[in-house]
């Protein structure tokens, strides 16, 4: 069994919070992919997509994501991983894929900044067509879905250790099914 959490979902949806509080609560690593990419080039994100363009930007997220190798981790890559075939592929094979799903509204509540985030955005491209298009990869790669209208982020925390303990990923519990 592959023992990863992927976690999915748009800019500012609390991957890397939502990805570091499970980690904790499982026992688990806790892997940051824009963190990785940034390590990797040597510079932000938003440095990489101005110098590189949007395209060039994917195809390095693309790559990093592809080859991300990881055991017992929640993993936060970014939010335009989805349009890396090969990143979806590889991290479909480390485990579940968590989609963190919000609100269009809630997005603009929480998003601030857009180019200070490094959000991969097309020219002439807003936001909201950016989040139309991107539920569709969201929901077509996603194993469970969980939406976060009405939640804090401790409660998603809460719920999706309920599901990863149904699905027997807690520290100490794996591969140990007892049966009564």
């Not at 609390?14 to 510079?43: H, M, N």
């Amino acid at each position: 069994m592959n023992d990863n959490i992927t976690l999915i979902g748009m800019p500012a949806a609390g991957k890397s919070t939502v990805g570091v509080l499970l980690a904790k609560r499982l026992g688990y690593s806790f892997v940051d992919v824009d963190l990785i990419i940034q390590e990797k080039e040597g510079k932000r994100l938003k440095e990489i997509i101005s110098e590189k363009g949007l395209d060039g930007f994917l195809e390095v997220e693309n790559r990093i994501n592809a080859e991300v190798c990881a055991s017992r981790s929640v993993i936060a890559p970014g939010g335009s991983v989805i349009y890396g075939k090969e990143a979806m592929e590889n991290l479909s094979s480390l485990g579940l894929i968590v989609y963190l799903k919000i609100s269009y509204e809630e997005l603009l509540s929480r998003l601030g900044d857009v180019v200070d985030r490094g959000v991969a955005l097309r020219e002439g491209m807003t936001l909201k067509d950016l989040y139309d298009e991107r539920v569709v990869y969201f929901e077509k790669y996603a194993d469970i879905t969980v939406d976060e209208a009405g939640k804090s982020l401790g409660d998603v925390v809460d719920e999706l250790r309920t599901l990863m303990e149904e699905r027997g990923y807690v520290l100490g519990n794996m591969g140990n099914h007892q049966t009564s």
